[in-house]
């Protein structure tokens, strides 16, 4: 429980640093600048020195419609763009394989990462989502976190099984904010690369 109220606490504290590169700009203390479009995909956060992927995992971007388009993320697999905590990770070494963008060190973010692109002005009504469109037009409600849940089960060998890791949700009819999820659960994901300011999970 107490680590369940910790990480709530650091998530909180997280999306009020978030709001310096909120979507209204008029507000005092906007970190004007803060993403940097490399041209090829990806984006470069000035704040935590992150570099994200433009569009989530499976899509790719198409800079002449101005918009992520939706493809395989290995020549042969199906496409499939919500996948299980596990597959994700697979998945992402599946792309690193071909590399993406020059690199092949792309990663899942841990929940400190994942919750630093959480924009709270960029809601207007509550169908939005608290991300920012502009930097990253492919947006889903919900997106995996490779933070697993510190409440492991045991496993009948003695060992312990993560049967939870942490999602972020992006909309504000889901609550917006971090929780636990059953890893067989399908979502969505987002990768980066780079060593952030947040530290690790």
Same mark, same amino acid.
């Given at each position: 429980?107490?680590?369940?109220?910790?990480?709530?606490?650091?998530?909180?504290?997280?999306?009020?640093?978030?709001?310096?590169?909120?979507?209204?700009?008029?507000?005092?203390?906007?970190?004007?600048?803060?993403?940097?479009?490399?041209?090829n995909g990806t984006i470069t956060d000035r704040m935590t020195r992150l570099t994200w992927m433009k569009c989530e995992l499976?899509?790719?971007?198409?800079?002449?419609?101005?918009i992520c388009k939706t493809q395989d993320a290995v020549p042969g697999e199906p496409l499939r763009k919500s996948r299980n905590w596990?597959?994700?990770?697979?998945?992402?070494?599946?792309?690193?394989?071909?590399?993406?963008?020059?690199? @092949? *060190?792309?990663? $899942?973010?841990? !929940?400190?990462?994942?919750? #630093?692109?959480?924009?709270?002005?960029?809601?207007?009504?509550?169908?939005?989502?608290?991300?920012?469109?502009?930097?990253?037009?492919?947006?889903?409600?919900?997106?995996?976190?490779?933070?697993?849940?510190?409440?492991?089960?045991?496993?009948?060998?003695?060992? @312990? *099984?993560?049967? $939870?890791?942490? !999602?972020?949700?992006?909309? #504000?009819?889901?609550?917006?904010?971090?929780?636990?999820?059953?890893?067989?659960?399908?979502?969505?994901?987002?990768?980066?690369?780079?060593?952030?300011?947040?530290?690790?999970?």
């Amino acid at each position: 429980m107490a680590s369940i109220r910790g990480a709530m606490f650091l998530l909180a504290l997280i999306i009020s640093q978030a709001a310096f590169a909120d979507c209204n700009t008029t507000i005092p203390g906007h970190y004007e600048g803060r993403y940097i479009d490399n041209g090829n995909g990806t984006i470069t956060d000035r704040m935590t020195r992150l570099t994200w992927m433009k569009c989530e995992l499976d899509m790719v971007w198409d800079p002449i419609q101005n918009i992520c388009k939706t493809q395989d993320a290995v020549p042969g697999e199906p496409l499939r763009k919500s996948r299980n905590w596990q597959d994700t990770l697979q998945a992402t070494q599946n792309l690193n394989a071909l590399g993406f963008a020059s690199a @092949t *060190d792309w990663r $899942l973010p841990n !929940i400190k990462e994942l919750a #630093s692109i959480l924009e709270l002005n960029c809601l207007t009504t509550s169908a939005n989502l608290a991300i920012n469109l502009d930097i990253f037009p492919s947006a889903n409600s919900k997106l995996w976190s490779s933070t697993p849940h510190r409440g492991t089960v045991p496993s009948g060998d003695g060992s @312990t *099984d993560i049967n $939870l890791a942490w !999602i972020v949700l992006f909309r #504000s009819d889901t609550n917006i904010g971090a929780r636990p999820e059953e890893i067989t659960q399908l979502n969505f994901a987002r990768l980066i690369r780079g060593e952030s300011k947040l530290g690790g999970d």
